[in-house]
């Protein structure tokens, strides 16, 4: 039946896929890519679950309610995807992760394992770093936006030095290059990171920092026939 809704170039149901675990929340999407360049996310809910989801996700309009089983509605804004103030506690969380996980992309770079390496640096450090960078964002304009999944909106808010220190951040396949862009990230990390602490006081852990960067650069310098770190 799905597809009156056009001539479809390929659908997931996510609650029936096995490799990726499904919700199992009663819901039932069907995610619809149509030749024409349309897309459609479907997702059909049990009634007496309707209103279990109504508002979870804040972009979501009220189209037409026939029997009237919406209890209620709120209007749909972006309310939902503003950037969040963090707590001192979720900060330092955030710089905990980056500086822990950094350790690995060094470990994989030494031992020129690309995909272990480039794996943890896009990974678990990115994934930091693109926080950091929107907390930084909401600090500029009082958590009042929305940056984009995956940071996607931060040419449109990041000060214009700051873009392109960011896109260096990305390198190719190239050890060397890696190197690069990994210490590129860490310094503006920091940078971002200081000047979030000091607008609203809280603690940058620049101890950690001084450590893991010392550490990362002795990584670097060690021959490729070195038996052990020191």
Not at 151 to 159: A, H, N, P, S, W
Request: glycine fraction near 6%.
């Amino acid at each position: 039946w799905i597809h009156r809704f056009g001539e479809i170039m390929i659908v997931q149901m996510p609650e029936e896929m096995s490799l990726i675990p499904a919700d199992e929340d009663g819901k039932f999407p069907y995610l619809m890519q149509f030749m024409d360049g349309n897309r459609i996310d479907l997702t059909l809910v049990p009634f007496d679950l309707i209103n279990k989801f109504v508002g979870q996700d804040s972009l979501s309009k009220l189209l037409l309610d026939k029997d009237n089983c919406i209890v209620e509605f709120p209007p749909a804004s972006d309310r939902g995807y503003l950037i969040k103030k963090p707590t001192e506690k979720e900060f330092l969380d955030c710089c905990n992760e980056f500086w822990w996980c950094s350790t690995n992309v060094a470990k994989g770079l030494w031992r020129e394992e690309l995909s272990y390496a480039k794996g943890i640096l896009d990974g678990p450090v990115r994934d930091m770093f693109i926080v950091m960078l929107e907390w930084h964002i909401g600090m500029k304009t009082d958590f009042t936006v929305n940056a984009g999944k995956f940071g996607k909106l931060f040419e449109q808010y990041i000060e214009k030095d700051m873009w392109e220190q960011f896109k260096r951040t990305y390198s190719n396949a190239e050890y060397e290059d890696i190197w690069e862009s990994f210490f590129a990230m860490g310094d503006m990390f920091r940078k971002v990171a200081n000047g979030f602490a000091n607008a609203y006081g809280y603690q940058y852990p620049q101890s950690d920092d001084d450590r893991v960067t010392s550490y990362l650069k002795h990584v670097k310098a060690l021959t490729k026939d070195s038996t052990s770190i020191y």
